[in-house]
């Protein structure tokens, strides 16, 4: 089956500083890959998700990056704010056809914005 | 936000006793799925639903059931609680929808076994 790894589990970084997430997975048949955000006491919600015939996506200040070649992709957050403290976490999966939808997930990542 | 709810939200119960946790989504998506979130594991799938009595296991599937008679909810249960299982554990639904699988998550529960 699939497996993901995340790293890292913890990143701190100053207010305006970029943050980056990388994730990496296994099989080469993955080709959705979405990003979650988890506020504290909150479950996960969707920020950003990117298709494997798609090499970045943006939106605002958060980017993804994927390299199918090395099956690795990345979370990229520029000009970070406090307010975008909270845990992210990776995920992969065969893009739902019909079929059933099952991502793994990686372990999650804890982003700490200091003012 | 999508309509999931889950309750409780918060419970209390001790080892050996029976749990039921309810989801229930207003969203009439086909999909629904419960996870466990722990520290240092992430979210691991318990179990899954793509139907009304339709469902099947996760990868920590041992120690709960689950049932789906309706389409709006999906039932997990603990047949015999165990400090183990104390988690927060998480429902979430998805349908597909021009290609997209996008997961809601529903609050969670946080469920303490004595």
């Known amino acids: 089956g699939e497996n993901v790894e995340q790293h890292p589990s913890t990143l701190s970084v100053q207010e305006g500083d970029s943050a980056v997430i990388k994730c990496t997975y296994s099989?080469?048949?993955?080709?959705?890959f979405p990003w979650y955000k988890q506020e504290l006491g909150k479950g996960p919600q969707l920020i950003i998700d990117?298709?494997?015939?798609?090499g970045e996506k943006k939106d605002q200040r958060i980017a993804v990056t994927l390299n199918k070649t090395a099956k690795h992709f990345s979370l990229h957050i520029t000009e970070t704010q406090p307010e975008d403290s909270a845990v992210y976490f990776c995920?992969?999966?065969?893009?739902?056809?019909?079929?059933?939808?099952?991502?793994?997930f990686g372990r999650g990542t804890s982003l700490i914005v200091h003012p | 936000d999508a309509g999931i709810t889950q309750s409780p939200r918060h419970k209390v119960t001790e080892t050996g006793t029976p749990v039921t946790l309810r989801c229930h989504q207003t969203?009439?998506?086909?999909?629904m799925y419960w996870y466990r979130q722990d520290p240092g594991h992430g979210l691991r799938l318990i179990h899954y639903?793509?139907?009304?009595?339709?469902?099947d296991k996760g990868e920590v599937s041992d120690g709960y059931s689950v049932s789906r008679s309706k389409t709006e909810d999906f039932l997990l249960t603990l047949e015999s609680a165990t400090s183990s299982q104390t988690s927060v554990y998480f429902c979430?639904?998805?349908?597909?929808?021009?290609?997209?699988?996008?997961?809601?998550f529903g609050p969670g529960t946080r469920l303490t076994v004595l």
């Open positions: 979430a639904i998805s349908e597909y929808r021009g290609g997209n699988g996008e997961q809601f």
């Open positions: 099989d080469s048949a993955s080709n959705y």
């Open positions: 990117i298709r494997s015939n798609v």
């Open positions: 995920a992969a999966s065969i893009s739902p056809s019909g079929g059933s939808y099952i991502p793994t």
């Open positions: 969203e009439n998506h086909r999909y």
């Open positions: 639903s793509y139907g009304v009595k339709d469902t």
